[in-house]
């Protein structure tokens, strides 16, 4: 797989975890532990894409 498909995976993926955080909050019955793993899954993935976009 080149970096730039990478990447491309790695935003989309980024993306889908930004929806779903934002859906799970609005939801009334909100899993706080949830949500804070996806967010995490989230920065995880912000630090990787700007790695790779650095190179």
């Known amino acids: ?11 989309k993926k980024h993306e889908h975890l930004s929806f779903t955080v934002e859906r799970e909050e609005r939801s009334p019955a909100t ?3 949830r949500i ?3 967010k995490k899954e989230k920065l995880r993935l912000k630090d990787e894409i700007e790695r790779l976009s650095q190179h």
């Open 1 to 11: 797989m080149s970096v730039s498909s990478h990447l491309t995976e790695l935003k």
């Open 36 to 38: 804070k793993t996806l």
């Open 31 to 33: 899993d706080r532990l």
